[in-house]
């Protein structure tokens, strides 16, 4: 069983930055690619980002593309999410999932473990 924890979130304003980071336990992190999905209050999950198992190949939503980053290390059973020029409807709480084998990177029904959940509030 893959236990996933989020941290890194926080109160910025506008413009300013932030890395999230995933930590996971359990030994079967390097063979599942992940994502990360935000919600945003009375709204669904939507997703952020994703990527591969490997790492070489990665994906966003138009709405972070060039301005989110999404990695991870696999010798430390860890992911990020660094976000920069942060808008207020950034604000969600941010999750990571590692996805099913055959799954799809964009729903959240591909996704079989997922964090807790870490704040991100921008403010303007």
């Known amino acids: 069983q893959v236990q996933l924890a989020e941290s890194g979130g926080g109160w910025v304003q506008a413009g300013d930055s932030l890395r999230l980071s995933c930590t996971a336990s359990g030994p079967t992190f390097s063979s599942h690619a992940m994502g990360w999905f935000r919600q945003a209050p009375g709204k669904d999950r939507v997703f952020v980002a994703g990527i591969t198992a490997g790492g070489y190949s990665t994906y966003y939503s138009d709405s972070v593309k060039g301005r989110f980053t999404i990695s991870r290390d696999n010798a430390k059973n860890t992911a990020a999410l660094r976000m920069n020029s942060l808008k207020p409807e950034d604000t969600a709480v941010y999750y990571c999932?590692?996805?099913?084998?055959?799954?799809?990177?964009?729903?959240?029904?591909?996704?079989?473990?997922w964090g807790q959940g870490t704040q991100v509030t921008v403010s303007s």
């Open positions: 999932a590692l996805r099913r084998p055959d799954g799809g990177f964009y729903s959240a029904d591909e996704y079989d473990y």
